[in-house]
């Protein structure tokens, strides 16, 4: 697949001594910078059918939080579910890499949300420990690396902290590896799958803007990937769901098919992860 040299940029540094520097150094832009009209037309306000239905609910029904809890959305975009949570009574921060879309954010929410510019590569964004939970949706398939955004996660969270995050099914939402298909001898809608085990790099031309320039990435992993980037980063599994489409077909020959299929392959694939226990070597006596 096409490699690209473009990744989600970081905050530019301040060069402390320099004091007649006026202007801030210009930020790199990010592929979603590019992208952020067309996917905020996509997800808009408060998120698409299936942010509503399936995912808002779902990771924090995982996250089992309290009122006032501290929580982090990683990756949020314009800022969706860091608004559902702080309709839930929680305190919200929001990063994401892109300027473009976290002015979407601000614009949207209350200033009680507190939104910054960074990269989740980036360690020093937070102090350690902050935060009572985090979530992530629908973005780790967006990144180039798991490991250094693992670390960190694990890093700005409280000991008994859980990361809630969602990805699209890496077994069987790849895209262009996957696709429906129709057997007529059998008369049942099949899921095809030609590539799995292999990590891709995926670009994405965004319609309707079509140009090879305007363009998203997705980094498709096997299963056994982010769980090596998880054991790695001192993180456990709790719990993971898999979720399916709510949505049915229109009345027709085929609906019954479709819909039995929806119900049998799953989209979206929730993890929960917590800190696993350090373990220490007894010190055995001679
Ligand atoms: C598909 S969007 C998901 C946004 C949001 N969570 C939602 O559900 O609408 C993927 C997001 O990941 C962000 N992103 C990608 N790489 C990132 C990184 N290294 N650090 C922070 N954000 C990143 C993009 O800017 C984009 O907003």
Not at 45 to 66: A, C, E, K
Request: aromatic letters at 10%; hydrophobic letters at 35%; charged letters at 30%.
């Amino acid at each position: 697949m096409k490699k690209t040299s473009r990744t989600p940029s970081s905050r530019p540094s301040r060069k402390p001594f320099k004091k007649t520097a006026k202007k801030a150094p210009a930020r790199a832009v990010t592929v979603w910078d590019q992208a952020a009209r067309w996917y905020d037309a996509l997800v808009g306000v408060y998120g698409t059918d299936h942010h509503r239905d399936i995912i808002m609910p779902g990771v924090f029904r995982l996250m089992n939080s309290r009122k006032g809890d501290r929580i982090l959305d990683l990756a949020c975009g314009q800022g969706v579910f860091s608004r559902y949570l702080a309709s839930k009574g929680m305190q919200v921060e929001g990063l994401d890499a892109s300027e473009e879309l976290i002015q979407y954010a601000q614009s949207r929410s209350k200033p009680s949300i507190k939104f910054h510019v960074a990269d989740a590569r980036k360690k020093e964004v937070f102090e350690k420990q902050q935060f009572d939970a985090a979530a992530c949706i629908l973005a780790l398939q967006n990144m180039e690396k798991l490991e250094p955004v693992f670390q960190n996660v694990a890093q700005w969270l409280k000991p008994e902290a859980r990361f809630v995050f969602v990805i699209t099914h890496p077994c069987f939402r790849i895209p262009r590896q996957t696709h429906w298909g129709w057997d007529e001898e059998k008369k049942i809608e099949y899921r095809r799958v030609d590539r799995y085990a292999s990590e891709l790099e995926i670009p994405i031309i965004t319609p309707p803007i079509a140009s090879s320039k305007v363009f998203t990435m997705t980094y498709h992993r096997p299963l056994q990937s982010y769980l090596e980037a998880l054991f790695q980063a001192g993180l456990g599994v709790e719990r993971l769901e898999e979720w399916v489409s709510g949505k049915t077909s229109e009345p027709g020959k085929r609906a019954k098919a479709e819909n039995r299929a929806r119900k049998e392959i799953p989209l979206f694939m929730a993890f929960c992860v917590r800190r696993l226990p350090v373990v220490t070597k007894n010190k055995s006596k001679k």
